[in-house]
């Protein structure tokens, strides 16, 4: 089964970086494509980046782009989301999410409902 793990979180100053790490337990075809979404109280999780593992294609949402890149290892069956220039409004839970290969594409990449596995979700807040 597939499980995914998401690594550091935290607190950090406005200006700070930050880079998240998931791993997943088990690589399948269901996680071909894997990304991060980010979720605040009372809005619609919003997705921020995901990648092709298999040929590295990323998709990088308009909110983070060039602050934000993501990235692969496949050997240690792991992805990151590097954060940098952060601010207050990046604080959020984001998750680790995964799906099949499909989904990594320009019209299906953020939708949330595209994808089958999801990590337990880790804080990232960000203080002016």
């Known amino acids: 089964q597939v499980r995914l793990t998401e690594f550091g979180g935290g607190s950090v100053q406005a200006g700070g970086s930050r880079r998240l790490s998931c791993q997943t337990a088990?690589?399948?075809?269901?996680?071909?494509?894997m990304g991060w979404f980010r979720q605040v109280p009372g809005k619609q999780r919003e997705g921020v980046a995901t990648?092709?593992?298999?040929?590295?294609?990323?998709y990088v949402g308009d909110t983070v782009k060039g602050r934000f890149t993501i990235a692969r290892d496949n050997i240690n069956d792991m992805i990151f989301l590097q954060m940098n220039n952060l601010q207050p409004a990046d604080t959020a839970m984001y998750y680790c999410?995964?799906?099949?290969?499909?989904?990594?594409?320009?019209?299906?990449?953020?939708?949330?409902?595209?994808?089958?596995?999801w990590g337990q979700g880790i804080q990232v807040t960000v203080s002016s």
């Open positions: 999410a995964a799906a099949y290969e499909r989904t990594c594409n320009l019209g299906a990449w953020s939708r949330d409902f595209n994808y089958e596995y």
């Open positions: 088990l690589s399948t075809y269901a996680t071909d494509c």
């Open positions: 990648i092709n593992r298999k040929d590295g294609t990323a």
